[in-house]
């Protein structure tokens, strides 16, 4: 079985403040790792995702997130948040062998003060 | 990247009636689409798989007769939710992909409330 853990129900950080919000996952084989945000009332945006190759993977809004074998984490980070950034975000997992399932996370919600 | 479109945004019904949803890829063909629902403040469960042409394969504690799914072609994939109760209110997203090992792309969800 897959499984994804978002420790944090909710990050709250200072405009211009660097960011991270946590996810862990565990899998059978090797994972393909995605990150997804979802703001009110919308569905999910595809942020970034690490399929293979280098660890440190950059997306969408200047967000990256670093893939960590040992720790199986893959930690969403951006260097200096934006109040736009506000919003609930989603880390989700595969085995690169498991078909069609994505097993997502819980969720963490990302408050950004001015 | 690719758009997926579901309709409604929004749907309000009586209980014991149906609502259908689409959800179209609107460029590029989905050999595979996905049904998930979110309930408030939980994240997205998936609720079955369906390839186009084939019956659909729901996950565990999904009730098929209740949430008829249908994918008559590469681009459209229809949930239909029978016999809605209250219970069934929840926000309800569709996603697409062309094949295995490909993004798959969400659609903008629909928020079903049964009365």
């Known amino acids: 079985a897959q499984s994804v853990a978002q420790p944090e129900d909710q990050v709250n950080v200072a405009e211009g403040n660097p960011l991270t919000v946590k996810c862990t996952y565990s899998?059978?084989?090797?994972?393909?790792l995605f990150w997804y945000v979802q703001y009110p009332n919308r569905g999910l945006q595809f942020l970034l995702k690490?399929?293979?190759?280098?660890?440190l993977v950059k997306g969408s809004y200047g967000f990256e997130a670093e893939f960590n074998k040992s720790q199986t984490s893959f930690h969403l980070k951006k260097p200096s948040a934006l109040v736009s950034d506000s919003a609930l975000y989603f880390c989700?997992?595969?085995?690169?062998?498991?078909?069609?399932?994505?097993?997502f996370g819980g969720g963490t919600r990302l408050m950004v003060k001015p | 990247g690719a758009v997926v479109s579901q309709h409604p945004s929004w749907v309000i019904c009586k209980s014991g009636t149906s609502v259908k949803i689409e959800c179209r890829s609107l460029?590029?063909?989905?050999?595979?689409m996905f049904w998930y629902r979110q309930f408030p403040k939980q994240s997205l469960m998936l609720m079955a798989t369906?390839?186009?042409?084939?019956?659909?394969?729901?996950e565990q504690g999904v009730e098929k007769d209740k949430f008829l799914i249908n994918h008559a072609s590469l681009t459209l994939s229809t949930l239909t939710v029978t016999s809605a109760h209250p219970e069934d209110s929840s926000f309800y997203i569709c996603?697409?992909?062309?094949?295995?090992?490909?993004?798959?792309?969400f659609g903008q969800g629909t928020r079903l409330t049964v009365v």
């Open positions: 996603s697409a992909r062309v094949q295995e090992g490909q993004q798959a792309f």
């Open positions: 899998v059978s084989g090797n994972p393909y």
């Open positions: 690490y399929i293979t190759g280098d660890n």
């Open positions: 989700a997992v595969r085995a690169n062998n498991a078909g069609n399932m994505l097993t």
């Open positions: 460029d590029f063909q989905a050999t595979t």
């Open positions: 369906s390839n186009e042409g084939s019956k659909a394969t729901y």
